[in-house]
C-alpha cells in the first residue's frame, strides 16, 4: 500500500503551486470546477515541484475535491502494475468508512499518484480499464518526459 | 422524493434522499412503503396501495457531506501519520 512521507512542518512549508492550463494560469478553485464539471475522464497533472510539495498538492486536490464539489475521491498512490489491487483494497476501506452508503450511489472519483516509471502508454491503459474519472498526478521524475510524449491528452502544468 | 422501500417489522432502515436518514416504522408491519422525507425530521404518512397505515419519524443520522468526509478520512489515516491528518484538513483544500 502506498504512503506518503509527509511530516507535520512539511505543512506549514507547502505553497500551492501556480496552475497552468493551455498556458493559461487558472485558479485552484477553477482546477476543480473543470475537474467536477467537465466529461473528460482522465486529467494529468504534471507538476515541477519538490517531492514534498507534489505529495501535498495531490492531498490538497483530493481534499479540495470533498469540500468543494462533494466528490469523494479515492486516493491511490502506488506502482503501476498495483494499480488495480490497490484500488480494490482502497475501495473496500471506503466502502467501510461511508456505510450505510454505498461507494456507487454517491459521486467518486480517483486520484492516482504512481511510483516513478510510468509512462503514456500506462496512464491510458488504466484510464481505459476504470470506469470513473481519473486524475493522474505524475511524480516530478517522469513529468518533463511524460509532457512531451502527452501531446494529444489533456494536461495541466504546475 | 418519492421513494418505494421494503421495512420489515421493527427494524429502522436507510435511505438516501437529501440526506441518509433512519426511517423507524412505527407500526409492526410489512408494507410495501411509500415515503415522503421532506423535510428530514418530520413524522411521515405510511401510505399502502393509496391507503394510510400508519407513520414514520424520519431522523437524520448524518449527511452525505459527513458520510464523504468518513470516506477520506479513512483514506487520509492510511496514507499517512494520524497525527497530522486533521492539520491536512484544515490547511489544505481551502479555495483560493
New interface residues.
Partial sequence: ????R???WD??D?ERPKIRMGGREV???MLLGEIASSKEKLWIILPKSRRTNEQ?FL??L???????Q??????L?GGVGEFEQELSQ?MR??E???H??ALD??QHMVIYYPREGVDKGVIEDIANRIDRKIVVVVPKSDSGRLGKELGLLRTWLL | MGKDVFLQPDRGI?L?IRA?VRVVLRNPVDIHLQIYCKPLGAVREIVDGGKLVGHVKVSVISN??E??????????K????D??VH???T??????
Avoid: T
Avoid at chain 1, 70 to 75: D, K, M, Q, T
Avoid at chain 2, 91 to 96: I, S, T
Fill in positions: 500500500m502506498g504512503l506518503l509527509i511530516r507535520s505543512i506549514e507547502y485558479s485552484f478553485r501535498l492531498l490538497d483530493a481534499i479540495g475535491i470533498y469540500k468543494h462533494e466528490v469523494l475521491p479515492i486516493i498512490i482502497r476501506v471506503v467501510e468508512a461511508i450505510p452508503l450511489k454517491i | 436507510y438516501k441518509v452525505v457531506s458520510i464523504l468526509k468518513r470516506g477520506l478520512l479513512a483514506q487520509l492510511q496514507i499517512i501519520p497525527g497530522i492539520d491536512l484538513l490547511y489544505l483544500g481551502r479555495g483560493d
